[in-house]
């Protein structure tokens, strides 16, 4: 009779989500990105690199991205205008961070 009660028991437990460890709620950490576009170039494409690999492309302002702890170089591409490159730490667990790009025309 005992067997039946604690398989009973068992399955509540793990259909509640009580055995998931609280450490893995926040292991990421949050990079708010906004962008700072000459006006003459307002409304091209951007680009949005994390250790060479594209995250995002787009014509916006502002992005954001979970990302994992790590050291990130970031890098920003648009047509007509430089580059921008940052070394960003990422530490994780929840945190958050704004990284403001400014680009400039060639």
Same mark, same amino acid.
């Given at each position: 009779?005992?067997?039946?009660?604690?398989?009973?028991?068992? !399955?509540? !437990?793990?259909?509640?989500?009580?055995?998931?460890?609280? %450490?893995?709620? =926040?292991?990421? $950490? !949050?990079?708010?990105?906004?962008? =700072?576009?000459? +006006?003459?170039?307002?409304?091209? +494409? !951007?680009?949005?690199?994390?250790?060479?690999?594209?995250?995002?492309?787009?014509?916006? %302002?502002?992005?954001?991205?979970?990302?994992?702890?790590?050291?990130?170089?970031?890098?920003? @591409?648009?047509?007509?205008?430089?580059?921008? @490159? +940052?070394?960003?730490?990422?530490?994780?667990? $929840?945190? =958050?961070?704004?990284?403001?790009? %400014?680009?400039?025309? +060639?």
């Amino acid at each position: 009779m005992n067997k039946p009660l604690f398989a009973i028991f068992a !399955i509540a !437990i793990l259909l509640c989500g009580c055995v998931v460890p609280h %450490t893995t709620r =926040h292991t990421n $950490g !949050i990079l708010d990105v906004t962008y =700072h576009v000459p +006006q003459d170039l307002a409304g091209r +494409q !951007i680009s949005t690199y994390f250790n060479g690999e594209c995250l995002a492309s787009g014509t916006g %302002t502002s992005a954001r991205f979970f990302l994992r702890p790590r050291h990130f170089l970031v890098r920003v @591409e648009m047509d007509g205008a430089k580059s921008f @490159e +940052q070394a960003v730490d990422v530490p994780g667990n $929840g945190s =958050h961070q704004v990284l403001d790009v %400014t680009l400039v025309k +060639q």
